[in-house]
């Protein structure tokens, strides 16, 4: 519990920027790959994006549909990954989960560390 807390949701017009913040103990941090999810109403949980784990030089992929508008990156020295999103659009509404996983044969599969989940709304 608390290993992983995000941050930085909030509500945000159609076309602008956010940046979601997940600070997770030193443990997990150095060891795990990264990944954000998101879950909007009556949808399942989809990953829209993930970072491999340091060691395996934090080489990131994204979900079709935010490729090219989110950017997933670590601090190192904060032990944070974020998730720095723009160009929002109204279907980006969910609720983020950042969790850390693993990655085998390029697939990120999730563990139970995950955080609470941070609200992020795009509506005008």
């Known amino acids: 519990q608390g290993q992983l807390v995000e941050s930085g949701g909030g509500l945000v017009q159609p076309g602008g920027s956010l940046r979601l913040s997940c600070a997770a103990s030193?443990?997990?941090?150095?060891?795990?790959?990264m990944g954000w999810y998101r879950q909007a109403p009556g949808k399942q949980r989809e990953l829209v994006a993930h970072i491999s784990s340091i060691i395996s030089g934090d080489s990131t992929n994204y979900a079709d549909s935010v490729k090219g508008r989110f950017t997933i990156s670590r601090d190192k020295a904060k032990n944070t990954v974020y998730l720095q999103m723009d160009s929002l659009k109204p279907e980006d509404t969910a609720v983020y989960y950042c969790?850390?996983?693993?990655?085998?044969?390029?697939?990120?599969?999730?563990?139970?560390?995950w955080g609470q989940g941070t609200q992020v709304t795009v509506s005008s």
């Open positions: 030193g443990s997990i941090f150095s060891i795990y790959a």
């Open positions: 969790n850390a996983g693993t990655i085998r044969g390029g697939v990120f599969r999730s563990t139970d560390y």
